[in-house]
């Protein structure tokens, strides 16, 4: 989805008094400055000149001295999509003045504050997309045609509102309300709050009560949440909701993200939500067990501030969408470029944040989650609503649709979220053969759009004539939840036009409200409500958090070099040596307190290791000015270490990129310290791969790095793992999740939505027919493993016993110094019709010192199965190769299929 921003609604003294709009609410509420409080609900004016608001940018309306002093102005404040606005100190003899969010130089972001009259400031932060910020005359700023966004903006617990600096209210509407069952009245006595039916008979009952607008307004329509705080913590950073039904004692219902974290600020306690490892990286751990109590610390943790009333407990995640292609610029929020592997990501993910194997209406859930995003999202040009692409039934069945259908639909996910794209020419949130003919036959959940991908169904993708038939598309087509204003404006207008019938909103109304009621929305008398706010940041999920950047750590090269001595003296070189957010990737939180006190510098001094530093750059966009002090540090040390790589700034939403080169003059940074320390790693921090050949190889006559590792984006905890690795502290055990091609891929490549996995030299390792820099699967470590049969595999098997009871490996992986490893086992095909090779199974094993273990892996028919030009899957009869452990060690078998 768009990354969402807060929005901080502006209180004006004029002749019209001081108003403030809620949409949510649909009232007018007067604040009464003289006391700060007293709020008192009238009929919303829609005539008023205060109401005039964009959600495509929101202009801010502010009364301020006129330039002669001779009166006020009314002025705007235009602000960018993703912009974030929140108050702090400021010099206020400045009108407009610069700031930062902290005095590290790695973590400080440009914006503007706006003078309040005691010294606080409107303070505006560019996210995702800032562009200028400045003051204009309010005849700029005109309204777009969308209805009105009235937002309520600052509420202290008991409900009423403070002037906090002159002029201006803070907060986010009303406080929580008691659970709809709780609250006293006559609705505890109905069907929907009796919790001995199930979820789906209580969500029925309580939709047949509601009028239409009520199912549209209220549950199938979501808005931007302000920021707003409860007893003094700050919540509310990226949450949408819908605008809840007061009658019947229904509140919001709040959505928000968890990828790798849930996207909420710290607790005014200090602790914070943790932030693992970008999904890139844990795949690379290739450990199921381990996704599973990520995903179980995540649940837990959003369960904890849900239940505090600090957050949703809805979450938009996991994103499943194969990373096919490495400019994809969302591809760190996957698993990997393997479908086979997403869809074990998201089984185990789904499974440990929901709490639950079963879906919505199987009982209580942890927390709800949604898979995104249906179906081929793996690129964004244009972005975000007008991509478009074609694809053969072919790719579709043997690598786009497994993740939701072996993955996200196995698992039950409350949840599946359609994206902004388009593939055969059907926007993908108006694709009724893809969701509510295909998806939703073979999984109970509901489907929610992309934020504002409903209004490009008929805006972007003109598959529509206007806007009311856009939203019948998109809702007879399967979509019951929509991220946005669309359905809000245009459902109920289709529904009295006839294009869609009553029946189909009201069971979209009750798929939504079934997922809610498995969270105990309604009572909150789920098995999980006495979860507390001791579960955020505990230091059980830090600990976690540590073992999951361990894990996700590979090992590309290493001479020799690695692990480095504890007691040598060792140079910290690179933008990254001391990199704190940059090292979360992207959909995180970067207030978070941990990470900002975990670069590798930071872990390393903290160990009273032999470190200097000279980070030889003074940013990601590398030059030479600072190259010398870099190279002195480097020879009088006995080694170096550069670190190099990239940032959401590079990679991320709406940023595919052209070019898969380090920035600046990185690799040129990285050349001048191995050509005067010969003892160099290179730590590269990426999501996507970056081109390392003349680091691998050496360039011209220039030496090459002794050892490479790659540590993707490691979460709060990653500066204490990369730390732990190259001192040996722990072995890498990471694989690679996607190949990493030499340069020249983009050229070889061409488009980046040729979705057809086989044309010109193919993509991704099944069919691939270059050699790649690095292989999928690809990863060393400091000590060696062997391995062998058990038993070995049936020399035939029949398609039948495929079919029936699937294959079972046995692999013994012995070990002198002992440790974890990773197995992968591969299927090797003869067959024209199928890829060269496909992962088929996993496992992670601990093997004692001087000892082995066994792996058992059970591997299912269907993972042996190919596709043809019709789109049917089949097991190919003839000759099998079966190879398992490591890459550069494999154990391979031959097994003959009969029919």
């Not at 608001?53 to 602000?79: A, H, T």
């Not at 969500?203 to 003094?232: C, H, Q, W």
């Not at 190099?644 to 310290?673: H, M, N, T, Y």
């Not at 005067?676 to 790693?681: F, G, M």
């Amino acid at each position: 989805m768009i990354g969402v921003f807060l929005v901080v609604a502006i209180a004006i003294s004029s002749s019209y008094g001081e108003h403030v709009y809620t949409r949510n609410q649909l009232k007018l509420r007067k604040v009464v400055p003289s006391s700060g409080t007293g709020v008192q609900p009238l009929g919303c004016d829609s005539s008023s000149v205060f109401q005039q608001w964009s959600r495509e940018g929101p202009r801010l309306f502010i009364n301020v001295p006129s330039s002669d002093g001779q009166g006020m102005v009314k002025m705007c404040l235009q602000v960018g999509l993703d912009d974030v606005l929140f108050t702090m100190p400021c010099n206020a003899s400045e009108p407009l003045q610069n700031f930062t969010l902290a005095t590290d130089p790695s973590v400080s972001m440009n914006g503007f504050l706006l003078k309040s009259l005691n010294g606080q400031c409107i303070a505006v932060q560019g996210c995702c997309d800032p562009g200028p910020l400045s003051l204009v005359d309010c005849s700029q700023c005109t309204n777009t045609g969308r209805s009105p966004d009235c937002f309520l903006n600052y509420s202290n617990s008991s409900g009423t509102l403070k002037t906090i600096v002159s002029g201006l209210c803070f907060d986010g509407g009303t406080p929580l309300p008691p659970r709809g069952c709780m609250q006293p009245g006559s609705t505890k006595t109905l069907p929907f709050c009796n919790t001995k039916l199930s979820n789906a008979a209580r969500a029925t009952d309580l939709v047949s009560r509601m009028t239409l607008v009520e199912k549209v307004t209220g549950v199938l329509s979501m808005i931007m949440v302000p920021l707003y705080f409860l007893n003094g913590t700050k919540v509310n950073y990226n949450l949408r909701q819908t605008s809840g039904v007061p009658r019947l004692g229904v509140p919001p219902i709040k959505y928000n993200e968890a990828l790798h974290g849930i996207e909420a600020l710290c607790l005014s306690s200090g602790k914070c939500p943790t932030m693992f490892p970008e999904t890139i990286g844990m795949a690379a751990s290739f450990n199921s067990t381990l996704w599973q109590a990520v995903g179980n610390s995540l649940g837990h943790e959003g369960r904890a501030l849900y239940n505090a009333g600090l957050d949703a407990g809805s979450f938009w995640a996991p994103d499943v969408n194969p990373f096919r292609d490495p400019r994809y610029g969302r591809g760190m929020e996957t698993a990997g470029e393997d479908a086979y592997v997403n869809a074990r990501y998201a089984q185990s993910y789904v499974t440990a944040i929901q709490g639950s194997k079963g879906g919505a209406d199987a009982g209580s859930l942890l927390s709800s989650t949604a898979c995104k995003h249906i179906l081929l999202y793996d690129s964004q040009t244009p972005y975000p609503s007008a991509h478009s692409v074609n694809v053969s039934i072919r790719d579709l069945n043997d690598y786009y649709l497994k993740p939701w259908t072996q993955g996200c639909a196995p698992a039950s996910a409350a949840s599946m979220m359609c994206s902004y794209g388009a593939f055969n020419g059907v926007p993908d949130c108006a694709n009724k053969e893809m969701l509510a003919d295909k998806l939703k036959k073979m999984w109970p959940g509901f489907i929610v759009s992309d934020c504002d991908a409903v209004a490009g169904v008929y805006s972007s993708h003109k598959f529509a004539p206007n806007a009311t038939s856009g939203v019948a598309a998109a809702i007879n087509a399967g979509v019951d939840l929509d991220c946005g204003p669309t359905y809000l404006d245009y459902l109920v207008p289709a529904v009295e036009e006839g294009l869609v019938e009553e029946a189909t909103v009201t069971a979209a109304a009750i798929r939504v409200l079934t997922a809610q009621f498995a969270i105990g929305f309604f009572d909150n008398e789920s098995e999980f409500s006495n979860i507390t706010l001791n579960e955020v940041g505990s230091q059980a999920h830090i600990d976690l958090a540590r073992e999951a950047s361990q894990q996700s750590i590979t090992l590309l090269k290493n001479n020799g070099l690695l692990p480095l001595n504890k007691g040598s003296k060792v140079a910290f070189i690179g933008p990254h040596a001391n990199s704190t957010i940059d090292l979360l990737g992207n959909y995180a939180m970067f207030d978070n307190k941990r990470v900002l006190q975990n670069s590798p510098l930071m872990a390393a001094q903290r160990r009273s290791l032999q470190i200097s530093y000279a980070p030889g750059c003074s940013s990601l966009q590398c030059n030479t000015s600072d190259f010398s002090a870099a190279i002195d540090a480097a020879r009088e040390a006995s080694a170096a270490v550069v670190f190099l790589g990239i940032s959401d700034d590079f990679e991320g939403e709406g940023r595919d990129r052209k070019s898969l080169e380090l920035p600046g003059q990185q690799v040129e940074l990285a050349l001048a310290i191995i050509a005067a320390q010969p003892q160099t790693a290179v730590v590269v921090i990426h999501g996507g791969m970056v081109i390392l050949d003349d680091l691998v190889y050496g360039k011209n006559d220039s030496a090459s790095a002794n050892s490479i590792l790659s540590a993707f984006y490691p979460g709060q905890e990653g500066g204490e793992a990369i730390v732990d690795i190259l001192f040996g502290n722990v072995h890498p055990t990471g694989k690679l999740p996607y190949t990493w091609y030499k340069r020249g891929f983009e050229m070889e490549r061409g488009a980046m939505d040729n979705q057809d996995l086989r044309s010109d030299q193919g993509i991704t390792y099944r069919y691939y027919k270059g050699k790649p820099l690095f292989p999928f699967g690809w990863g060393l470590t400091y000590n060696s493993f062997e391995f062998s049969w058990h038993q070995e595999p049936p020399k035939t098997i029949t398609i039948s016993e495929l079919n029936e009871k699937g294959l079972e490996l046995h692999v013994d992986v012995s070990s002198k110094l002992g440790g974890q490893t990773t197995l992968l086992t591969f299927a090797i095909y003869e067959s024209d019709e199928c890829p060269t090779r496909s992962l088929v199974a996993f496992d992670r094993v601990v093997v004692p010192p001087a000892s082995s273990a066994t792996s058992i892996q059970n591997v299912q028919g269907n993972e042996f199965k190919c596709v043809d030009n019709s789109g049917k899957a089949f097991i190919p009869v003839g000759m099998l190769k079966l190879s398992s452990g490591d890459l550069n060690n494999p154990v391979t078998f031959t097994i003959t299929i009969k029919d």
